[in-house]
């Protein structure tokens, strides 16, 4: 089914936070074990992630260098780590929460990767990558490259359910979203049918519900994932 019409307006003003010069992607690191509050912003322009308290909500202009058109981030608060996907370079950047740098240690994975899904429980990162029509599978606890999978045609975002060890991937040029077993790591191959041009997808892990965005019909499709 879809949604449409749904609007919600805020009159509440809320403080700026000034950063670089082309924020696209945005992850919150909150590891309550070492009381960790931050929230890191990806820049493709200036190919950086920048830091915010999110305490006090300030930049604390340490900022991280990471590599060619960084545009997607994912962040394992269990292990304190974060990962920039680069689409240029067809890499993921490694950041280490703790000290807040890059490891140094870039992860090749497909083309043109766009999107990162975490799985916390199992410790695993899965990268679309969007010129190749494949989703890299990392292991979180070496960060390595374990595998590619095949997908849809030009994937564009990932959502992850731990609950139930399932990766769902929208394939925004043939508007369906692919489902991965993430126990043995491989294309279910029973891809769902959505709207045109599925482009982001969120995951409700307790209702079992999967949402949809569609770029092109102002709808979201809801699936039900049992």
Known sequence: KTLEGITHYSTT??????????????????????DIHLVYVVDSKDDIVSIIDGINNTNTRNDIKVGNKPVAIGVNNFTNTIYVANYKNNTVSVINGKYNNNTGND?????GPNSIGVDEFT?????ANFKNNTVTVIDGLNNTRVKD????????????DSLT?????TNS?????SVINGSDKTNTGNDIEVGSVPNSIGVD???????????????VSVIDSM
């Not at 992860?107 to 083309?111: E, F, H, L, Q, T």
């Not at 999978?149 to 992850?160: M, N, Q, Y």
């Not at 892990?205 to 949809?212: G, K, M, P, R």
Request: charged share 20%.
């Open 165 to 169: 060890d399932s990766i769902y991937v």
């Open 107 to 111: 992860i090749k994975v497909g083309d």
């Open 123 to 127: 410790h695993t990162v899965y990268v």
């Open 173 to 177: 040029y043939d508007g369906t979203v």
């Open 149 to 160: 999978i095949p997908v849809g045609d030009r994937p564009t975002s990932i959502g992850v």
């Open 205 to 219: 892990s307790l209702t079992d519900s999967i949402y949809v965005t569609h770029l092109l019909d102002g709808a």
């Open 13 to 34: 003003e809320y403080p700026h936070i000034n950063l670089g010069k082309r924020p696209v992607a945005i992850g919150v690191n909150s590891n309550y074990r070492e």
